[in-house]
């Protein structure tokens, strides 16, 4: 009777060391991933606002405005269009930010917001910034309005 030997050979074993060390490496990069784009998505969000908001001032030929919900843009932004006995008219909310992000902008407040003129450029141009708390340099995002309409993000 042949006797047949119990356990792993020394292969299979640096086979199964060699993949757990890719595996932990690959979920350590995932989490950098992960909180290194935290802000992308917010900065995509503003980004879409300000191209519908554009849209609808053109397609409405009256002034639209991006406005800060609860008086800070960390609470969500609206879109509003501005009628002509200076009402305002709700186009799209949009949510607010999570507790560990924030987002501010030095250019534009809710006394001074976002405006775009019915030829679809905006009354002055500005960006916000967008910051998560823990993210490392370049992760941020910095979202800048030109004057002509066009948005662009950039990492900060």
């Known amino acids: 009777m042949v006797q047949r030997q119990k ?3 020394l292969i299979e074993l640096m086979i199964v060391v060699f993949l757990l060390g890719i595996l932990a490496a690959m979920s350590t990069n995932i989490g950098s991933f992960f ?4 802000t992308q998505p917010y900065a995509s969000s503003l980004q879409t606002a300000m191209a519908l908001a554009k849209s609808e ?3 409405y030929k009256q002034e639209v405005r991006l406005l800060p919900l609860n008086a800070t ?3 969500g932004w609206k879109i509003v269009k501005i009628e002509a ?3 305002q008219t709700l186009i799209r909310e949009f949510p607010a930010l999570p507790d560990t992000m924030n987002m501010s902008s030095k250019d534009f407040t809710t006394a001074n917001p976002p405006t775009f003129l019915p030829t679809g450029i905006i009354t002055k141009a500005g960006s916000f910034s967008l910051t998560a708390d823990g993210a490392k340099a370049g992760a941020n995002r910095e979202v800048t309005i030109l004057i002509s309409g066009q948005v662009q993000i950039k990492r900060s």
């Open 35 to 38: 909180s290194n784009n935290q």
């Open 85 to 87: 006995d200076a009402s």
């Open 7 to 9: 356990g792993f050979s």
């Open 57 to 59: 001032a053109v397609k």
């Open 73 to 75: 843009w960390n609470s």
